[in-house]
């Protein structure tokens, strides 16, 4: 009756079910639903009734009082005959005999020995040994027709979750805090978004996404972190809007990079706008550029021209021959151009006037390979476009003098 679609699935999922969830976003109540529905065959999380469970969280202290005894967990679900907890014994017990042993990650040997047909493992990503834990638990999951676990856990990029993530025979649920946001204190929500919106922690800690951070990625996220939310003051000295135009067009295309930076009186360069959008034809980016160039009062465009040439230029002016256009050419690889524009970043001197999500997500996954998965990095092309144009001379030395 209260169970929202994420917590319920109306299609089979698979042996290893990982839900990855926000803050107060009603994991541990999916967790001690789930327990129950397993202790008395319900569908559709259960077939037939399961009777021996592993319940694992971080300490035994959380198994206690969140898994068992918390306003969401076990004994506060238990419809019908409530179970009994034993704490003496580490164990719930049902009435028709199931019984649910408790352990903690600090003691991944205490699962030698046990043997379960389920667990609900809470919050796997905080776990002490992690890794040991769970593949102590992988050999005791050996009973019953179809062993089965559940993973709920706030996302970090720990080892164990960047794995369970990409592996087959895991069914991957992510819940967003705001979709539980009726069954919150009033103004939670509000607040907490006001806070934390958009930053990494509130996308970890409230939309339940896994941010990861690439070894041999330009930019870290903790660096992105400390250059947003500054306060500007003074005039711009300058300002560009950078284009990273789409080697073809079409629907598959990809996407061409718009960014708006400026440069203001203390020699510090701001990323102001991320407008980078997916365009059939060129005149659709082409008349975008324009907008973002009168909606700045911008001093130029600048546009890579490598794959259109004097096309590129062209394409422009029709929508605005008074605009003026700078074409560039790039005459070394991506990640070599961006390394400079991240020497700027490293040195402090350049700060984004806001959040832009996808912008950052690119940045920080551009390696010496370019992006992850072969994806073109039209954002980050076009954000070294801008900067290179506003900060950095031919040779890579600082226009600005005296900063």
């Known amino acids: ?13 698979e042996p290893i079910w990982l839900v990855m969830g926000g803050r107060g976003a009603g994991k541990t109540r999916l967790g001690a639903e789930w327990v129950n529905a397993l202790v008395r065959g319900l569908p559709p999380f259960a077939r037939h009734r399961y009777g021996r469970i592993a319940l694992i969280g971080e300490t035994l202290g959380d198994v206690r009082e969140v898994m068992v005894d918390g306003p969401s967990g076990i004994m506060a679900v238990g419809h ?36 379960f047909d389920a667990a609900w493992c809470d919050e796997v990503a905080k776990w002490k040994h992690a890794q040991e834990c769970y593949d102590m638990l992988q050999f005791g999951l050996r009973l019953g027709e179809r062993p089965l676990q559940l993973l709920t856990t706030t996302p970090k990029p720990v080892p164990l979750i960047r794995r369970l993530v990409k592996a087959a025979g895991v069914t991957l649920t ?37 941010i990861e951070d690439r070894p041999d990625a330009l930019w870290s ?60 034809r060129p005149e659709a980016w082409a008349a975008r550029a324009v907008a973002l160039y009168h909606a700045h009062e911008a001093d130029q465009i600048v546009a890579e021209v490598n794959q259109g040439g004097e096309m590129v230029a062209s394409v422009i002016r029709t929508v605005d021959r ?32 806001r959040r832009m999500r996808e912008l950052e997500d690119e940045m ?5 390979d370019g992006l992850s998965g072969g994806r073109s990095p039209d954002r980050v092309d076009a954000l070294v476009w801008a900067l290179s144009e506003l900060m950095l001379g031919q040779a890579g030395l600082p226009r600005v003098r005296g900063v």
Not at 99 to 111: G, N, R, W
Not at 260 to 279: F, K, L, P, R, S
Not at 322 to 341: D, N
């Open 1 to 13: 009756m209260h169970a929202r679609l994420a917590q319920y699935p109306l299609v089979e999922i």
């Open 80 to 115: 019908g005959t409530r179970p009994r907890f034993e704490p003496s014994r580490k164990r719930v017990v049902w009435d028709n005999g199931a019984v649910a042993q408790i352990f903690s990650s600090e003691d991944p040997d205490s699962l030698r020995g046990p043997q």
């Open 174 to 210: 992510t819940m967003p805090t705001i979709d539980n946001a009726n069954n919150l204190a009033a103004g939670f929500m509000t607040a907490i978004k006001e806070r934390y919106g958009d930053t990494r922690l509130g996308r970890q800690e409230l939309d339940g996404e896994l």
């Open 221 to 280: 996220r903790e660096q992105l972190e400390a250059v947003c939310g500054h306060n500007r003051s003074g005039q711009f000295r300058r300002i560009v809007v950078a284009v990273d135009p789409p080697a073809s067009s079409g629907k598959n295309s990809d996407a061409c990079g718009l960014v708006v930076a400026g440069i203001d009186e203390a020699g510090i360069g701001w990323v102001i706008e991320d407008a980078t959008m997916q365009a059939a």
């Open 322 to 353: 008074a605009v003026p256009v700078k074409p560039v050419r790039a005459s070394r690889g991506k990640f070599t151009r961006a390394e400079p524009v991240a020497a700027l970043y490293a040195q402090g001197r350049v700060r984004h006037a």
């Open 364 to 368: 920080c996954d551009l390696g010496r």
